[in-house]
């Protein structure tokens, strides 16, 4: 499911670490070089690289290329190049500090990633930034979000495949109950998304629509357009429960925007490449009659470009 | 600090297997072969017989320990012989299902095991009940008490040594205002004990001491008499940063008893022997002037006196 295209015969680390330096040398940088190698190598490759540069030439290669890369280029190689578990510990602290609609990343990150992938990234964000992913949140954020995200970002979940069916028809009464009340924020519903299994959620919303007649998320998109906390509880179940339609959605806004969304492009690019982006392509070509890559090739331009068609794998 | 003692040279785990398979066999049991191996082997030890046993004699040995002994000497040795992570997984399992008076196991294990040793037993709890720790407590608790006891299962506290000194002080001033206030179950106070490091609370209560005169735990302990969610307050701040003194407390409790409370005895030794045991010790010794393994001998008796004595080290 993954788009990522690694050569089958690719150079050695010490090869690939001195081509990189040499991109860099000179006047001017040889973007190409970078987007040559930096795209094609897998997590591990690159952070062995990541290793044996800064053995080599005394530098973290990320420092070398912030030095030499900038805008939308820069901001898709240095967060493509970082470890997955870093990256979203990257992607989560920016998060925590301009909250206004970046809401959005942590909930993203807390529902779309499974319970050890959310382990590495708290694990990373320790490492980090010297202090957890939960008292960042649940401080820069007040209110109901904070009621929504502090948990969402805190629960293990667990993953196996059984469900309890009379639990699922139990909850999804619970959820229809307060979601006609509209009291969207009542602890009860916030407790069900936040602790259920995804696969036991996935049952609840499925009795939801056949004992209810309607989609849970059609019941909140009403609600939703005028409560910004009822667009993150909708944003938040389709996250949990069909990711990639969620993906699609965040790129179809981006690129159809006027004026591209590039923070949401490079940010679903960079963290979907490795894990789900051929399903997402498949989803957006669904939804939208148009490749991905063709539209981002219409949308953008340069160096970010051609790092972003050879990420996808056009 | 731990307590437990394993001799310098032990039997190979065959002959263990051996001898535990023939304490078991022909009328009546050996129970103090039983002790003399199981109270001396260390965790890893234990989970090698256990492996060994099975593989030999087609039996679980719990399953074998179950049937052979009882009441509070089955106990202690049950608990003690599993996995530490799965032992924590079993008490905090039943403590949801009995949760009148066992909130204070699930805010024991939450408070006084380090990050890591938390997400072990949460990952002993998905592979031993098919759910999570997080949503068992969400479903079976309600109100003030779920709001901090869900929060403080879900955390991944940071661990490092940094304090922040200005946000100590900040948030000791929150903590004093809501505490004079009466707003115990406000959710800054919720918030602060939830997330923060260890070690920036304890600067946090040392600053509360330094500018308000009183400890926290002083403020709560009247008010704790009439309200059992203020205890819980103050039960959750002891174990956070004074976890010998919780302990101590605890042991106290269940032997100064009419009637000794071995559910809380046989907890306390079964998960603290390879832990901080020796430091409870001492601490009890200050506390009563009485060795802790002399009012075990004076309370209780028999094979579970023995097993007791012989874990905590006489």
Known sequence: ?????????????????EQLHKAFSGWGTNEDLIIDILAHRNAAQRKHIRQVYAETYGQDLLHSLEQELSSDFERIVLLWTLDPAERDAVL??????RWTSNSQVILEIACTRSSHTLLLAKQAYHARFKKSLEEDVAAHIT?????????????????????????????????????????????EILRILTTRSKTQLFATFNHYNNEFGTAI?????????????????????????????????????????????EWALTRVVATRVEVDMNVIKE????????????????????????????????
Do not use: W
């Not at 499911?1 to 670490?17: G, K, N, R, W």
């Not at 939703?224 to 699609?248: M, R």
């Not at 490749?291 to 051609?306: F, M, W």
């Open 1 to 17: 499911m993954a788009s990522l295209i690694v050569p089958d015969s690719i150079p050695s680390v010490a090869e690939d670490c």
């Open 92 to 97: 989560l602290n920016e998060s925590t500090k």
């Open 143 to 187: 209110g109901d979000f904070r009621k929504l995200l502090v948990p969402l970002v805190s629960t293990y979940r667990y993953e196996g495949p059984e469900v309890n069916t009379t639990l699922a028809k139990h909850e999804a009464k619970i959820l229809h109950q307060h979601i006609s009340e509209k009291e969207y924020n009542h602890e």
């Open 217 to 261: 998320t059609k019941d909140l998109k009403a609600a939703a357009a005028e409560d910004d906390f009822v667009t993150a509880l909708k944003c938040a179940i389709k996250c949990l429960v069909t990711p990639e339609k969620y993906f699609e959605k965040v790129l179809r806004s981006a690129i159809n925007k006027t004026g591209t969304d």
């Open 283 to 314: 989803e957006y070509y669904r939804r939208n009659t148009v490749q991905l890559d063709h539209a981002i090739k219409r949308d953008t331009s340069g160096d970010y470009e051609r790092m972003l068609v050879a990420l996808i794998g056009a």
